[in-house]
């Protein structure tokens, strides 16, 4: 007898992935506020709520924007305030030239940014993303101005972005990606008058441009990354792109200042449509209005999340929705983790107290060094294939280059001595040696002293460097001779 055929049930197609089952592979609660389920880019159009924390961004960003586009116009000593000149190698910071040689000032200016970083990071937060930063700053009041300007409120922008081409959509879109371009290519202009100052640049340009092909291609080059960046890439600099953000992980601690929202009053959430008599809610009314306003499209009421830059927009929202509730402003605010748990926020703990410590050094060697700089900068070094040669008098001859750079508005005339021992005698190339404004000059010079002077092959020689400008300077320089013993003896 054959065993009953087995029933087969017909095969299902498999179905296309609803939203439901994409939101089982992908919970919305892991995903970047910038992606949707499916993994596909959602653009954020904040909606601004003019409180008091985007009044002070607004006007910080405004001195920013003077500051940044005024510096190169501003002339001080015949140069821009500050421009770097990448040719000679000098920056000319507010009147003051720094050479290739501040050595010192180069690495005392380097380590107060470092630990400038960290003191800030650890005791602010991501204050300076939401304040300073050049990304949120020139997005959230510069471009973003514009197409609200050109495109209306965000709920407009987002219909218009939905709806399909026309001629009046392809009109606002051209109108604001070439008001972008102006603006960028501005940016970008100013951006390369820091090295080569407004005046050569544009006459550079305007008489013979096959001569700065490299500025031309440096302004193509910025000017499209501009326009890349805030009109497209724009909130994900911020989440995807930018180390700050992963810096700041690292060395915050429970103390930092950071925008968290009051889960203990704010909590359960309950609408306004849905509260009754004998419900139990809490002051959020689940608005979303904090979401709304985000520039990363943050839900600050999940806690803590590296995507918060810290603008604040979500405190100016919830308290205008507070305010309107009859409730007390600061269910979203500024606080800190242990002030999230119950504790006392500690502004000043052994972390930042060091860092302060490094950051005044740094800052105040940097100080120091800037304002005690001479009127010149004086090398000796050695010169010559040989250490030493012995002239036919039977004295001893060091060959040395003398390097002078003038660090005034006017021309000097140098001159070099042999201070000690009695004996030396210096012969110079050039004497006096003139050097012009920030310039600098490298001259030959040989020293010339008895053997006998030597002990196991050295002798320190004093020099004494003067000009017709008051500047005087004593240096010692150790000349290379014959091994003899003290009094001549070999």
Known sequence: MEPPAVQREPAVPAATPGPERVFQIAPEEDLLYSLSADGTRKFIH???????????????????????????????????AVQIDLATRRVHLFGTIFHPTDNLLLVAFGLGIVVTVFFVGSTFGRMWCGYTCPQTVYL??????????????????????????????????????SL???VAALMAGTFVAYFTGWGPLLAGLATDPG???????????????ILFDFGWFRDQMCTIACPYGRLQNVIADQDTILVAYDERRGDPKVK???????????????????????????????????????????????????????????????????????????????????????LTVAWGTFAGLLLTRGEALVEIVRGGREPYRMLPTGE?????????????????RFTLEVVSPEGARLVVSDSPVTVEPAEHVAVNAVTTVPPGLFVDGQLEVRYRVTSDRGFEKELEFVLLGPFTLPGGAP
């Open 46 to 80: 904040p909606t601004v709520r003019q409180g008091r924390y985007w009044k002070i961004r607004r006007a910080l960003a405004y001195a920013l924007f003077l500051l940044f586009f005024s510096l190169p116009l501003i002339p001080i000593g015949g140069h821009a």
């Open 140 to 177: 959230e009041f510069l471009f973003r101005p514009i197409e609200t300007l050109l495109e209306g409120a965000p709920a407009r922008q987002r219909k218009l972005n939905a709806a399909p081409w026309s001629g009046r959509k392809l009109a606002i879109k051209a109108a604001k990606w």
């Open 180 to 182: 972008w371009a102006v």
């Open 211 to 225: 001569a700065w092909t490299g500025a031309i291609f440096t302004l193509c080059l910025l000017t499209a990354l």
């Open 272 to 358: 306004v449509k849905d509260r009754v008599p004998d419900i139990v809610a809490g002051d959020c009314i689940d608005c979303r209005c904090c979401v709304a306003s985000c520039p990363t499209g943050t839900d600050i009421r999940r806690g803590l999340q590296p995507e918060c830059i810290g603008t604040a927009q979500c405190i100016d929202a919830c308290d205008v929705v507070m305010l309107g509730q009859g409730k007390p402003i600061g269910l979203i605010k500024y606080t800190s983790e242990r002030e999230q748990k119950g504790g006392r926020r500690r502004v000043w703990r052994t972390r930042n107290l060091i860092y302060l410590a490094i």
């Open 396 to 412: 001893v001859a060091n060959q040395q280059r003398v390097r002078i750079t003038n660090q005034l508005p006017e021309t000097q």
